[in-house]
Structure formats: structure tokens, C-alpha cells
């Protein structure tokens, strides 16, 4: 069974910086793409980035040039390093992966992060 475990989450001031990390039970090779989503309440939750198993990345516009998504895949471990964090930042976010066929989609729990002003 496909395990993702977010953590690094927490509460950080505007203009801060934080990191996420999502370690996979597995080998991330498995994987077609990984990436991060978020939820805020009364919001829709939104893809905030992607990497996919070649290597390429995108970003939600709100983020883009704030955030960057990596991987280490000798740590089956996704990232995500945000900078100049924003209050509309506020959100659970989760780690997410999709399969090589590109038909399931897995899911960790979530971890909070709270951007104070």
C-alpha cells in the first residue's frame, strides 16, 4: 500500500519562510508525477505544484516564484520550500502522487500551515 507522510508544517509570520517534506513508503520512481495541493476553508482545493517523473515543474500563478517543489529520490522524499509566505498561503497541505498509468491518485494526510499578518 502507497503510504505519503507530510510533515514541516506549522505556523509562520507573512514574509517567512517554511518547508514541507512528504516521505514515500515506496520508491518514488513508481510514481508518474508528485506534487503538493492545498486547501483552504471555503475554498476549492488546488493543485499549488508539480514535478513530474522527468523532471519538469509547474506552479499555481499565486506561487510562482515563491515556492519550489523538489525531490530526493535516494530519500523517497518530496518537498516543498516556501518563501515569502503570504496569509492566503493559510491552508492544509497535502502530498500527493500519481501512478505510472496516471489513474490513481494517492493522498497523505495533510499537514497545516497558518500564515499570521
Known amino acids: 500500500q502507497v503510504q505519503l507522510v507530510e510533515s514541516g508544517g506549522g505556523l509562520v509570520q507573512a514574509g517567512g519562510s517554511l518547508a514541507l517534506s512528504c516521505a514515500a513508503s515506496?520508491?518514488?520512481?513508481?510514481?508518474?508525477?508528485m506534487g503538493w495541493h492545498r486547501q483552504a476553508p471555503g475554498k476549492q482545493r488546488e493543485l499549488v505544484a508539480r514535478?513530474?517523473?522527468?523532471?519538469?515543474?509547474n506552479y499555481v500563478d499565486s506561487v510562482k516564484g515563491r515556492f519550489t517543489i523538489s525531490r530526493d529520490y535516494a530519500k523517497n522524499t518530496l518537498y516543498l520550500q516556501m518563501n515569502s509566505m503570504k496569509p492566503e498561503d493559510t491552508a492544509v497541505y497535502y502530498c500527493?502522487?500519481?501512478?505510472?498509468?496516471?489513474?490513481?491518485?494517492?493522498w497523505g494526510q495533510g499537514t497545516q500551515v497558518t500564515v499570521s499578518s
Open positions: 514535478i513530474s517523473i522527468g523532471g519538469s515543474t
Open positions: 515506496g520508491s518514488i520512481f513508481s510514481f508518474n508525477a
Open positions: 500527493t502522487a500519481v501512478d505510472k498509468q496516471g489513474i490513481r491518485r494517492y
